[in-house]
């Protein structure tokens, strides 16, 4: 038993001395995750190493989900449980049956989160990059998810109730000052959100709209200094009632908007 009290010691101290602020919590995460003490260690060293944890472990916590994370993949963060939260609000106030596009899905846990709350919804979840769309997959076996930049992949036709759009809005010369374990281990086209951090956004708005159904929600993940520059580009796509909604809590902001019903 002292052995084993020496060892997590240890174990805590390398991983705090990486930077670790929640050591003893990520210690015993790994520790559930290994089969053996060998194999803890090889775990710690990965996290001492960079990696994400939630890649390591390979899941994540959402809100009252846990979803599946692969090396890789973009890592839901907690403030996005917002949106998710906010999509889920907007689909539970429809008919059965409704309609939700999870844009930018990564490993698709906003529409895991809606399918979990609002169960009978049918989802369709898009990603660019292939490693996000085959844990996309794992996390919304009954979804449609399609390996795509963009909603013009879908049939002109196509109409969504609602849909959340957690885009890429990191300005590209912030990226330099994320944390090294974003930075190393998650794809640059999850994060990278050009010059202003809304590129993104405006090159994807017009289709964001055309695939709205008359009366339908679009949701959208943001930085607050961000908002007026996307309100522009929301209102230009044809979009309107839009409205900013904050956590500070969670330290999110997404941005609400409409397509007027004919």
Same mark, same amino acid.
């Given at each position: 038993?002292?052995?084993?009290?020496?060892?997590?010691?240890?174990?805590?101290?390398?991983?705090?001395? /990486?930077?670790?602020?929640?050591?003893?919590?990520?210690? &015993?995460?790994?520790?559930?995750?290994?089969?053996?003490?060998?194999? *803890?260690?090889?775990?710690?060293?990965?996290?001492?190493?960079?990696? +994400?944890?939630? #890649?390591? =472990?390979? /899941?994540?916590?959402?809100?009252?989900?846990?979803?599946? =994370?692969? +090396?890789?993949?973009?890592?839901?963060?907690?403030?996005?449980?917002?949106?998710?939260?906010?999509?889920?609000?907007?689909? !539970?106030?429809?008919?059965?049956?409704?309609?939700?596009?999870?844009?930018?899905?990564? /490993?698709?846990?906003?529409?895991?989160?809606?399918?979990? !709350?609002?169960?009978?919804?049918? =989802?369709? &979840?898009?990603?660019?990059?292939?490693?996000?769309?085959?844990?996309?997959?794992? %996390?919304?076996?009954?979804?449609?998810?399609?390996?795509?930049? /963009?909603?013009?992949?879908?049939?002109?036709?196509?109409?969504?109730?609602?849909?959340?759009? %957690?885009?890429?809005?990191?300005?590209? !010369?912030? *990226?330099?000052?994320?944390?090294?374990?974003?930075?190393?281990?998650?794809?640059?086209?999850?994060?990278?959100?050009?010059?202003?951090?809304?590129? +993104?956004?405006?090159?994807?708005?017009?289709?964001?709209?055309?695939?709205?159904? +008359?009366?339908?929600? =679009?949701?959208?993940?943001?930085?607050?200094?961000?908002?007026?520059?996307?309100?522009?580009?929301?209102? !230009?796509?044809?979009?309107?009632?839009?409205? #900013?909604?904050?956590?500070?809590?969670?330290?999110?902001?997404?941005?609400?908007?409409?397509?007027? &019903?004919?």
């Amino acid at each position: 038993m002292a052995d084993a009290r020496a060892t997590d010691a240890l174990l805590v101290h390398a991983l705090r001395a /990486s930077g670790s602020v929640f050591a003893e919590e990520e210690l &015993a995460e790994l520790c559930r995750a290994a089969t053996d003490a060998a194999a *803890l260690e090889l775990l710690v060293e990965r996290r001492v190493a960079g990696e +994400p944890i939630e #890649q390591i =472990v390979g /899941s994540a916590a959402f809100a009252e989900l846990r979803v599946v =994370v692969r +090396p890789g993949v973009f890592v839901p963060r907690r403030r996005t449980v917002l949106l998710a939260t906010i999509v889920a609000d907007a689909l !539970r106030a429809l008919p059965p049956g409704a309609r939700l596009l999870d844009l930018g899905c990564g /490993s698709g846990a906003i529409a895991a989160l809606a399918m979990h !709350r609002v169960p009978g919804i049918e =989802v369709v &979840a898009i990603d660019a990059d292939p490693v996000a769309v085959a844990c996309a997959r794992e %996390n919304l076996p009954t979804a449609l998810v399609l390996h795509a930049a /963009s909603p013009d992949v879908l049939d002109a036709s196509a109409a969504f109730d609602v849909i959340a759009a %957690n885009l890429p809005y990191v300005p590209t !010369r912030e *990226l330099a000052h994320m944390p090294h374990d974003a930075r190393d281990h998650e794809p640059l086209l999850a994060l990278d959100g050009g010059a202003d951090g809304l590129a +993104p956004l405006c090159a994807l708005a017009p289709a964001i709209a055309a695939r709205l159904a +008359p009366g339908g929600t =679009v949701a959208i993940e943001l930085a607050p200094e961000q908002v007026d520059v996307a309100t522009g580009i929301l209102q !230009r796509a044809g979009l309107g009632g839009v409205e #900013q909604r904050d956590d500070e809590e969670l330290g999110a902001t997404v941005l609400v908007a409409v397509r007027a &019903a004919r």
